[in-house]
């Protein structure tokens, strides 16, 4: 929402890109869990953590994982960058900020 309120000349052209990664890896790790708590439910009741069967199971979730987490390490940077960009720039809702008059002295100061 940040991205398509910032003025034209303050937005980065990878950003649209590196949101799409990140859409993209966030959709792909919810399904990974998903499919790990599936996973994890219908493995065997002598199947606990630390068991073979528990671990190599969520060996192979974690190891699926790893690329969207790096997609995340790689891009997610544009977030804070979008949201600084948002922070600096003036909300075309916001009224321009008033002057403030610079006090006259009227009398030459003694000293």
């Not at 003025?7 to 990974?32: C, E, F, M």
């Not at 003036?90 to 003694?110: D, E, F, N, Q």
């Given at each position: ?72 390490a790689t891009h997610g940077s544009a977030l804070r960058e979008i949201n600084t960009a948002a ?25």
């Amino acid at each position: 929402m940040q991205l398509a309120r910032l003025p034209v000349n303050t937005v980065q052209n990878r950003w649209a890109y590196q949101l799409g990664h990140l859409r993209s890896a966030i959709d792909k790790l919810d399904a990974l869990h998903e499919q790990w708590v599936h996973a994890r439910d219908s493995l065997p009741a002598d199947a606990p953590p630390g068991t073979p069967t528990f671990d190599d199971a969520l060996a192979e979730y974690h190891a699926e994982s790893w690329g969207y987490l790096d997609d995340w390490a790689t891009h997610g940077s544009a977030l804070r960058e979008i949201n600084t960009a948002a922070r600096h720039s003036r909300s075309p809702l916001a009224p321009p900020p008033a002057k403030t008059p610079t006090p006259v002295r009227a009398t030459p100061v003694r000293r």
